[in-house]
């Protein structure tokens, strides 16, 4: 019913005073008027008793005015003498003396001589019967029309009677004017038309009729016209027959109009009094309510996630809420703070995760200048197994402390175990490198941990700035895949290669492609040559595979060769390869070339003794040398049963190669373990050495260290005369590179190895020949 509780206080308390006002005044009311009926029936028998004696009193008065009258002797014999001008004096006297209102002489003949010459001369016969009953009748008289209370004596000597008599209307008057209430007296006669005439006569009649016969003195309310009367009917004792009565009669309904006043004053106290109740509720209803709307908001507010407290005033029960209020929302925003901070923040490093990055990249202010680093700890599985997983924890921190300082604002996240991202600013890729290459070298300071000095290396994968259809997720993606890029190109940094990553979705089917693949003849192999800087010749080369895939074209192995070792295909690949490399070794044979042809063996073929069978059973069948090329990592990864193989292929006259020499967590200590005879140097470093001195001085003394190990050493990636020369400088054994060849196919690679002329032009090139011998190759 009532939408606001200060609705419902008002009107509830202001229902409640008008009742007890009502109540009040209603018992008031019903109290004065039952006083005032009391009072009135009281001061009317009063009023009632107090006419009699008065009328008695004067009556006897009058009586002995009138009876020492009949005997003055002068009046007697007027009288006697029926001296009438005498007779007048004589009653002027009486009148004086007895302060009567009427005189006259009634004669023995029944005349009257009144004081008045014009007065009535005939005795009223009533009157006339009581003289001449009774010896000094009194009472009510009517004469001439008129009311008196009126006493007789007889003159001595039958002479005749005096009359005297005063008015009862005075009486009637002196009596309304005595009375202390407001009463109406008449003294009403029976006529023939009975005792009252008017409006009322049937009523007053009655009541009249009805109070002389019971002769008590009771005052009865009538219903009359002007509304309840209080009336009261004494008879009164009649003088010549015809009687009268006091009729006493007070206005009931009109007897509580002397009380008005205190009801007028009674109910504009009780409107003042309602008004400043409702004033009054309302403002406390506003005080008891304004918290609670206050309250009502806030919790309106919190459902809707917006932590607000509020205002506590005073110290009743409804601040006590607001405080317990105030508590809930404090402990519910800090409830949530924590949970926010849970679902944005690493456990292990207290670094902002991945979900926190996204958000930061969402709200990048310039998304169009946001680079995204990954930068990845490089062989951190190793790292960990050696300082155990707390520390490797505590690694991360550090080098996200790190992070934070060196790009201070930008945004930071751990996004795997062993993953940092970072948002750079920057305005070009070539600016964002260079930047991303700042962040390299600063992470690479020695760090101590807990005592322990650890010499960490990091390689950055580069996301570019994502474009606006793009999702903060992908760009970490994008980031997280240009670090897979750069380390298996064994670079440093790499920015995303979007051709080279091609289409997860279609990267799938290929796997599911890859067996066909090996048995449907849609892979081939190339040749890449080694040159030999001893001899001056092509004496070995490596076979490269290629899948020519139906529809997708040309599909590079970097692509390939990792899925096939993650579905398990590798195995029956390589094994393709070793076969086809035996079928080409031969036909090289056949045309004069009996050179020693490399197969890459992946890693995780050369602990699986299946394969090290089937392997050996092929190279009993080459015709010449054969050589596996394995990635040092690889070895690493699994050292009992790999070493166990390659020692195996080794005793079988497999020449073993190190792969990839210098990408990895190099350990030339372990390398003296290995039936090894060559080892590659990564194209990365051999690229540089023309322009790092610090990679030039890297490679100079691998190759030193090896030679002192016994090994040969092949530089791979040689493009430019500059680097071919100075690795010739350096006592390189081998080289091998797009300088020397591309990967070609046997066709090629026999026209190749049949030109002299660019065999003229290699041998003088590693002699510091360059300028001339590229003029004339070009
Ligand atoms: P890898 O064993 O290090 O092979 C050398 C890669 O460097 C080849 O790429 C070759 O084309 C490329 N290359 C040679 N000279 C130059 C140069 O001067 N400059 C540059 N920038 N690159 C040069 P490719 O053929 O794409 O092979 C990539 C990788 O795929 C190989 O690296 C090897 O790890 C793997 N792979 C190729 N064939 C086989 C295979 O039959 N079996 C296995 N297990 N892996 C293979
Ligand atoms: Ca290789
Ligand atoms: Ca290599």
Redesign the pocket.
């Known amino acids: 019913m009532f939408v606001r509780l200060r609705h419902k206080l008002t009107v509830l308390y202001a229902g409640l005073f008008c009742a007890a006002l009502i109540l009040i005044g209603g018992t008031a009311y019903v109290v004065i008027a039952d006083a005032t009926q009391r009072l009135a029936r009281d001061q009317l028998v009063k009023a009632s008793e107090i006419f009699e004696r008065s009328v008695r009193l004067r009556t006897e008065h009058l009586a002995a005015s009138a009876d020492s009258a009949a005997n003055i002797v002068s009046l007697q014999q007027a009288a006697a003498g029926r001296d009438e001008s005498a007779i007048r004096t004589q009653l002027e006297a009486l009148r004086d003396n007895a302060n009567a209102d009427l005189t006259f002489l009634v004669t023995r003949e029944g005349l009257v001589i009144a004081e008045d010459a014009n007065a009535p001369t005939s005795v009223p016969p009533g009157l006339q019967r009581a003289l001449a009953q009774t010896e000094a009748p009194s009472g009510i008289l009517v004469f001439d029309g008129r009311q008196y209370h009126a006493a007789t004596a007889r003159i001595p000597g039958g002479l005749g009677w005096l009359v005297v008599g005063g008015r009862l209307d005075g009486d009637v008057q002196a009596l309304e004017e005595l009375a202390t209430i407001p009463l109406d007296a008449s003294t009403p006669l029976h006529t023939s038309e009975g005792w009252a005439q008017g409006e009322d006569a049937a009523a007053l009649g009655a009541l009249i009729e009805r109070q002389v016969r019971a002769q008590s003195l009771r005052a009865e309310a009538i219903e009359t016209s002007s509304g309840r009367t209080l009336a009261l009917a004494t008879p009164l004792p009649a003088l010549d027959g015809s009687p009268s009565v006091l009729l006493l009669r007070y206005q009931l309904d009109g007897g509580l109009t002397q009380y008005s006043a205190l009801f007028g004053t009674l109910l504009t106290v009780g409107l003042v009094g309602l008004s400043l109740l409702i004033a009054g509720s309302w403002l406390l209803a506003n005080d008891i309510t304004r918290p609670l709307s206050t309250l009502e908001s806030a919790a309106q507010k919190l459902q809707e996630g917006v932590f607000e407290t509020v205002a506590i005033v005073g110290r009743d029960e409804l601040a006590r809420l607001a405080a317990s209020f105030n508590a809930m929302t404090g402990a519910l925003r800090e409830r949530e703070r924590k949970i926010t901070h849970l679902a944005y923040h690493d456990a292990e490093t207290r670094l902002p995760n991945r979900l926190a990055l996204e958000r930061r990249l969402a709200s990048a202010p310039q998304p169009e200048r946001v680079y995204l680093a990954a930068i990845g700890v490089d062989r951190f599985t190793e790292v960990r197994g050696a300082i155990g997983y707390t520390l490797a924890g505590a690694l991360m921190r550090v080098l996200g402390q790190r992070l934070l300082q060196l790009v201070p604002n930008a945004p930071v996240a751990r996004l795997s175990s062993d993953v940092l991202g970072v948002g750079l600013l920057a305005d070009s890729e070539a600016d964002a490198r260079k930047r991303a290459s700042a962040l390299i070298g600063a992470l690479e300071q020695p760090l101590a941990l807990e005592g322990h000095n650890l010499d960490i290396n990091v390689t950055i994968g580069l996301a570019q700035p994502r474009a606006k259809t793009e999702s903060p997720g992908a760009m970490i993606e994008r980031a997280s895949v240009a670090l897979d890029q750069a380390r298996s190109a064994r670079q440093k940094l790499g920015l995303f290669d979007e051709a080279a990553y091609g289409d997860p979705a279609r990267n799938l089917s290929l796997m599911s492609e890859m067996r066909r693949a090996v048995e449907s003849g849609e892979l081939m192999i190339v040749h890449?040559p080694k040159y030999d800087f001893r001899t001056g010749r092509i004496g070995s080369a490596?076979?490269?595979?290629r899948w020519r895939h139906p529809t997708r074209g040309m599909i590079?192995?970097?692509l390939f060769?990792p899925m096939a070792e993650e579905t398990g295909h590798?195995r029956a690949?390589?094994e393709w390869?070793l076969r086809r490399a035996i079928v080409d070794q031969k036909r090289l044979a056949a045309a004069g070339w009996p050179l020693t042809l490399a197969?890459?063996?992946?890693g995780r073929l050369i602990g699986d003794d299946e394969f090290a069978r089937a392997a050996l059973e092929l190279v009993a069948k080459a015709p010449h040398q054969l050589c596996f090329?394995i990635t040092e990592t690889a070895v690493i990864d699994n050292p009992q049963k790999a070493l166990e193989n390659i020692e195996l292929f080794a005793s079988k006259g497999v020449r073993i190669s190190i792969?990839?020499y210098g990408s990895g967590l190099s350990s030339l200590a372990y390398l003296k373990q290995l039936p090894a005879h060559e080892l590659k140097i990564d194209?990365l470093f051999v690229q540089s050495i023309t322009n790092s001195q610090r990679d030039a001085l890297l490679v100079r003394s691998t190759i030193e260290l090896a030679h002192g190990l016994g090994l040969d050493v092949v530089a791979?990636?040689?493009?430019t005369p500059g680097t071919f020369a100075l690795l010739a400088s350096m006592k390189c054994d081998l080289t091998?590179?797009?300088?020397i060849a591309r990967?070609a196919t046997i066709e090629e690679l026999i026209a190749i190895l049949g030109d002299e002329k660019r065999m003229r032009f290699y041998q003088q090139t590693a002699l510091g020949g360059v300028a001339p011998a590229a003029a004339r190759l070009a």
């Open positions: 890449q490596e076979c490269l595979v590079a192995p970097d060769i590798i690949l390589t390869v197969v890459n063996v992946s090329e792969d990839d194209k791979e990636g040689v493009e091998q590179g797009y300088l990967p």
